[in-house]
């Protein structure tokens, strides 16, 4: 009688896993890694709790290695209180198709919050879910949802199956931001996500350049060994309560001879779902029984195959159909001799079949590290497709693949003869047996795809420059991004219509800019930069709504107003910052969350409001730091130039309101570092030549914060007191001789960075005349 292997049947996919109990899948959970990781996120979640720091993080793995399952022991270790009490655990399902906005995404987290202690949220789920403007309910939610917090003292943990497609399935880009948004700037919510796509945060930074990402992390999920693999099996028989199989696991027979660990964690890649998927087959695989068990399982894996399948475009499925008949493992020029594809065409559907995971790129061992071939590390999905897609003339060959996948030459050698095996079993064996040791005995023939040498050396090349700038190396990154922008220029002039070309070429040239500006050779720099830019304006001329392109421009022509303005061109510098302010803030009204947008506009307005300050055009600053306002209104930075723009016309209350809310706006978001954020305004006071609004300044710093000049987090202040002190008097004071040496140090620094070091001078000559008497 056939055993209905409930656990088994649960655990094949992740929906079932939900039914089962916390007791059971807690047993059901191995392999050290994972628990390693597991502890790594309580202890996180635990530290984290109080802190006012924002943190998300990314478990990686490929499909079936049993992200989702690692999310509901998470989640069942959180609710029994080993994170502490404070975080409020919610799981996604594996399948969201109807989150298709960010508003849609907070309207699903107040739903799953039923039966939690904030369980108002659900009441106000329709409510957000109605509301017309996607930003106007955003904020709503957020807001909401932080007072639900507050309140209950609580903390949202977010655990969400497949992040990645949840993010691409929003139609909007603006919808997009505002998840980003919502990550990047509510401490009480905390992402732990999960993803199979491994080039996804990768997508994010080409796409939007931004890190959130800064603020989130990647954790992968390993791949389960060998003997992890065999406790697993352990594992389930326990939970099945199949004593008969529990026996046969135990033996040391079915141990050494007849389960090679190794073998069968190949064979499943290491991802329990594939152990579960396989387990009926793996204990009876000696029977009669097994070659019908092995059938039934393929069968039933169908449904899942095919929707895998089902994800793919024509031409990819062709692809990939093809290295599954070539027993899973291919070099290019066979599949596009099979598929009578072009090379080019080829590579670009290896490449989407590679980002997918669907597939995997093997180097040869060879010294020529372009030789590849790629194959399919499902095993098992080669074995079912040889099945159910195999030549009739070859119908078990599928099983000769399974055995030459799951057993060593030696273990097949020794069982090819076993009486109680049925015959067709005995002969796929013995074939197995004869190509596996015939493989041994030849070398495989690998061709690559045909790729330029200047691509290679560009890549080589750059990074080898990266590594050298990094550590001070200038002459040695300027030798390597020599020989970039060279191979870049071939490779122009091979291809003069790829666009990609163009931009490395630009983005070389660029680089060398820079480095001139390091090396102190600024003419060569200000020859580079304008190369740069012209190339980059060329490429948005063919190409005028690329996102990417216009922020190249910009960022080329703030390079180049840096330049001018150290050579003392101020006008043509002008000129530059003001082009790249214009551009840089409509790439942020298209995307007004984007944190690297808002860092673009912050710097340039920065470069653009010092320069007018420079050459004493006030109001020009302050209205530049206006316009920019309005895009960014709640950024410390630009109310802090702006505070001290005002201060520079005697504006001081207009000034002194910047001020508070600068330092409210850090105090909100629990900035620790406040004293160097501040750091560069009251600098900017003191040159102004308003020592009495500075001591007002440390006054209302230390209000704000809840400190004083006594406290060790506020003592810093201290200098810019005293130096403040020492203008606003004759600056004949002999207060600063009595101060001990680090304190007096600090002041004179302060004094020269703020622009008095005539000050320090006369304070230096007058304390001389002082000791000669």
């Given at each position: 009688m056939e055993k209905s292997r409930e656990i088994v049947t649960a655990m094949k996919w992740g929906p079932g896993q939900d039914a089962l109990s916390a007791k059971a899948r807690a047993s059901l959970f191995v392999g050290k890694s994972r628990k390693a990781l597991l502890e790594k996120f309580l202890l996180e979640l635990k530290e984290s709790a109080k802190s006012r720091s924002i943190q998300h993080y990314l478990v990686i793995g490929t499909r079936g290695m049993g992200k989702s399952f690692f999310l509901s022991i998470l989640y069942d270790k959180v609710k029994e209180g080993h994170a502490g009490d404070v975080w409020v655990p919610i799981k996604t399902m594996e399948n969201e198709d109807q989150i298709t906005s960010a508003q849609a995404f907070m309207a699903s987290i107040m739903r799953y919050l039923g039966n939690t202690p904030l369980s108002g949220a659900v009441e106000l789920a329709n409510d957000i879910h109605r509301i017309k403007d996607e930003n106007t309910a955003v904020q709503q939610a957020t807001e909401q949802l932080e007072e639900l917090c507050k309140k209950n003292k609580k903390r949202i943990l977010?655990?969400?199956?497949?992040?990645?497609?949840?993010?691409?399935?929003?139609?909007?880009?603006?919808?997009?931001?505002?998840?980003?948004?919502?990550?990047?700037?509510?401490?009480?919510?905390?992402?732990?996500?999960?993803?199979?796509?491994?080039?996804?945060?990768?997508?994010?930074?080409?796409?939007?350049?931004?890190?959130?990402?800064?603020?989130?992390?990647?954790?992968?999920?390993?791949?389960?060994?060998?003997?992890?693999?065999?406790?697993?099996?352990?594992?389930?028989?326990?939970?099945?309560?199949?004593?008969?199989?529990?026996?046969?696991i135990g033996s040391a027979e079915w141990r050494e001879r007849r389960v090679n660990a190794k073998a069968l964690a190949e064979l499943c890649c290491g991802a329990p779902r594939m152990i579960y998927v396989m387990y009926p087959f793996i204990v009876e695989s000696r029977t009669e029984s097994g070659l019908t068990v092995l059938h039934k399982t393929l069968d039933d894996l169908t449904t899942y195959y095919e929707a895998q399948r089902m994800y793919l475009s024509s031409q990819e499925r062709a692809v990939y159909s093809v290295i599954a008949k070539l027993n899973g493992s291919a070099s290019p020029s066979e599949i596009a001799e099979e598929l009578h594809m072009d090379m080019n065409v080829l590579s670009?559907?290896?490449?989407?079949?590679?980002?997918?995971?669907?597939?995997?790129?093997?180097?040869?061992?060879?010294?020529?590290?372009?030789?590849?071939?790629?194959?399919?590390?499902?095993?098992i999905y080669v074995v079912w497709y040889q099945k159910n897609y195999g030549a009739k003339d070859a119908r078990y060959k599928w099983l000769v693949e399974f055995y030459k996948t799951a057993y060593s030459a030696e273990e097949l050698e020794h069982g090819v003869g076993e009486p109680e095996a049925p015959e067709i079993v005995r002969e796929s064996k013995l074939r197995a047996l004869s190509e596996l040791k015939a493989q041994v005995s030849q070398t495989m023939i690998v061709e690559t795809v045909p790729e330029d040498k200047e691509l290679s050396e560009w890549n080589a090349a750059l990074d080898k420059g990266i590594e050298a700038y990094q550590k001070g190396k200038f002459n040695d990154a300027l030798s390597e991004w020599t020989r970039a922008q060279k191979a870049c220029e071939i490779l122009v002039k091979k291809y003069p219509d790829n666009l990609m070309y163009q931009e490395k070429l630009a983005g070389s040239l660029n680089n060398l800019g820079l480095l001139m500006n390091d090396m102190g050779r600024f003419l060569e720099?200000?020859?580079?930069?304008?190369?740069?830019?012209?190339?980059?304006?060329?490429?948005?001329?063919?190409?005028?709504?690329?996102?990417?392109?216009?922020?190249?421009?910009?960022?080329?022509l703030n390079n180049l107003g840096n330049l001018l303005s150290d050579l003392g061109r101020r006008e043509e510098s002008l000129k530059r910052y003001e082009s790249a302010l214009e551009m840089r803030e409509t790439l942020l009204n298209s995307d007004p969350k984007n944190i690297n947008y808002q860092s673009s506009v912050i710097g340039t307005t920065t470069n653009q409001v010092d320069l007018l300050t420079t050459i004493g055009r006030h109001r020009d600053a302050i209205r530049t730091l206006d316009a920019a306002i309005r895009i960014i209104p709640e950024n410390h930075e630009l109310l802090l130039l702006r505070s001290s723009a005002n201060l520079a016309?005697?504006?001081?209350?207009?000034?002194?309101?910047?001020l508070r809310a600068a330092l409210n706006l850090l105090e909100s978001k629990g900035n620790g570092e406040f004293l160097t954020e501040i750091h560069p305004a009251l600098l900017s006071y003191l040159r102004h030549g308003t020592p009495g609004f500075t001591i007002e300044a440390i006054k209302i710093v230390c209000a704000v914060f809840g400190t004083s000049l006594e406290d060790e987090k506020a003592k810093p202040l201290i200098p810019f007191k005293m130096a403040a002190e020492f203008l606003a008097s004759d600056r004949s004071s002999g207060t600063l001789f009595n101060l001990d040496p680090l304190t007096r140090d600090a002041t004179y620094k302060v004094l020269r960075d703020s622009g008095h070091e005539g000050d320090i001078e006369a304070l230096n000559y007058k304390g001389k005349r002082k000791k000669r008497k």
């Open positions: 977010l655990l969400v199956n497949n992040f990645d497609e949840i993010y691409e399935n929003m139609f909007k880009d603006t919808s997009k931001a505002a998840l980003r948004g919502i990550l990047q700037q509510h401490f009480w919510l905390k992402l732990i996500g999960t993803t199979r796509n491994i080039t996804f945060l990768k997508l994010l930074q080409e796409e939007y350049e931004v890190e959130l990402f800064g603020q989130l992390s990647t954790e992968e999920l390993e791949q389960l060994s060998g003997d992890e693999v065999i406790t697993l099996l352990y594992k389930i028989a326990e939970v099945e309560g199949d004593k008969e199989v529990l026996e046969k670009t559907y290896l490449a989407r079949l590679q980002d997918k995971d669907y597939i995997e790129k093997v180097h040869a061992d060879s010294a020529d590290a372009r030789i590849v071939r790629y194959q399919i590390p499902d095993k720099s200000l020859n580079y930069k304008e190369r740069a830019l012209a190339l980059f304006e060329a490429l948005l001329t063919r190409d005028p709504t690329n996102a990417r392109f216009q922020s190249s421009v910009a960022m080329a016309l005697q504006n001081d209350g207009l000034a002194r309101d910047d």
